[in-house]
């Protein structure tokens, strides 16, 4: 009788296993991952570089879930991490030697622009942080001016290599681009919050 009991109890507990997995299972299981996933590439559709929003911000979506804040406060620091990767990177090659007057002149001024867009993306994700329903468009205003303003210190960077030719350019190039399409899809994404 008592095995009976026992081994009833035991299905019992099983089945309500199978039934109703732990919160933790549910909350990280593959249906959840999917939403997630749904909503990011949902939502980054309407950027003008889909493919590159969807793959920075996909890795996130644990943190995102579909929460519009949090997926625009992701791209924004996915942006910031990338524009500084850029400014590392042209601040590292400032100080080659062998470079042409021309390229000289370009990484200089690629320097301080895109110290001004590393600030200004900066200064918009401290903004973010203070946005509340009572400060919602004033706030989101001085966000979407500061990362306009970041992509234009980012073109303003690449247009300096205009009529130069190598490997310095190829590789100013291609994290410029980069850093300049994240600010593009976080301006975008910022714009579907502020609508």
């Not at 008592?2 to 109890?9: P, Y």
């Not at 909350?27 to 793959?55: D, H, M, V």
């Not at 203070?130 to 468009?137: A, E, T």
Request: glycine share 4%; charged share 20%; net charge positive.
């Amino acid at each position: 009788m008592e095995a009976k009991l026992f081994t009833s109890l035991l299905i019992l507990l099983s089945s309500s296993f199978i039934l109703y997995p732990p919160i933790a299972a549910r909350a990280t299981g593959k249906p959840y991952q999917e939403t997630s996933t749904k909503f990011i590439r949902k939502t980054c559709s309407a950027t003008r570089y889909p493919r590159l929003c969807f793959s920075s911000l996909v890795k996130h979506a644990t943190f995102i879930q579909t929460n519009r804040m949090h997926l625009t406060d992701t791209a924004l620091n996915v942006t910031l991490s990338s524009a500084k990767g850029a400014s590392a990177l042209i601040l590292n090659l400032s100080k080659s030697h062998g470079l042409k007057p021309r390229e000289v002149a370009a990484i200089n001024d690629c320097v301080e622009v895109l110290s001004d867009s590393v600030y200004e993306l900066r200064r918009s994700i401290k903004e973010m942080s203070h946005l509340r329903s009572s400060n919602f468009y004033l706030t989101i205003s001085d966000v979407q001016t500061w990362v306009s303003a970041a992509l234009t210190d980012e073109n303003t960077c690449m247009d300096g290599f205009q009529g130069t030719h190598g490997k310095v350019k190829k590789r100013v190039r291609r994290e410029i681009v980069v850093a300049a399409q994240l600010t593009s899809n976080a301006l975008a994404l910022i714009n579907q919050l502020a609508s």
